[in-house]
């Protein structure tokens, strides 16, 4: 299974790549941040986000996106951009017929460490250990879409969401995928 996590931010959204291996065992694919500029307005920076999303998955047509359930802060702002960017996520894989799964921080926490309470540093530590990387996934917003996706592999059941939707194949979703590129290709005039 190849799982997409994704840590929904305005300003850096964390995407993360694994494979399952056997005996409970993961292994890195792609790991990074899509950055956007403060500065620049909401609309261009969500636009912004939803491409790199799209190019994430295409590129690695994930079986299941994993995606940090949004919870209330005490800053409105952020928790509006968190959420926006998690919908993102969620309608990329909608348009792709890809399931997606909501995990919560602590639930992503006491997975890859045994403590919902966990620390960004302990959460990245731990990462690296799972993933045999020789140094920990940076920034932590890189760690945590790992960690989700790690956590999706362990804790599978019950939390996909769109019910009975009809699951399409590996090489479903590749030539879903090769649709959907071929259709935002500019297309030749007559």
Not at 113 to 127: C, D, L, N, P
Not at 156 to 162: D, I, K, M, N
Not at 170 to 188: C, T
């Amino acid at each position: 299974m190849r799982v997409l996590g994704v840590d929904p931010g305005l300003t850096r959204c964390g995407v993360g790549v694994v494979d399952s291996l056997r005996g409970r065992r993961a292994a890195l694919v792609a790991v990074g941040v899509i950055r956007t500029d403060p500065a620049t307005s909401p609309d261009l920076r969500l636009l912004h986000v939803a491409e790199r999303l799209d190019a994430w998955f295409d590129e690695h047509v994930p079986d299941v996106v994993a995606v940090e359930r949004v919870f209330a802060q005490h800053n409105v702002g952020t928790v509006m951009g968190t959420a926006q960017v998690a919908g993102l996520a969620m309608v990329a894989a909608a348009r792709r017929g890809v399931p997606v799964a909501l995990h919560t921080p602590s639930e992503v926490k006491a997975a890859v460490t045994g403590s919902g309470r966990a620390g960004k540093e302990q959460v990245q530590k731990m990462v690296q250990q799972l993933l045999n990387l020789d140094e920990p996934p940076k920034p932590p917003d890189a760690a945590d879409a790992l960690a989700l996706a790690i956590t999706h592999l362990w804790r599978p059941a019950g939390a996909l969401q769109g019910g009975d939707r009809h699951e399409l194949t590996p090489a479903q979703r590749a030539w879903a995928a090769a649709e959907h590129a071929a259709r935002r290709a500019p297309r030749a005039r007559r």
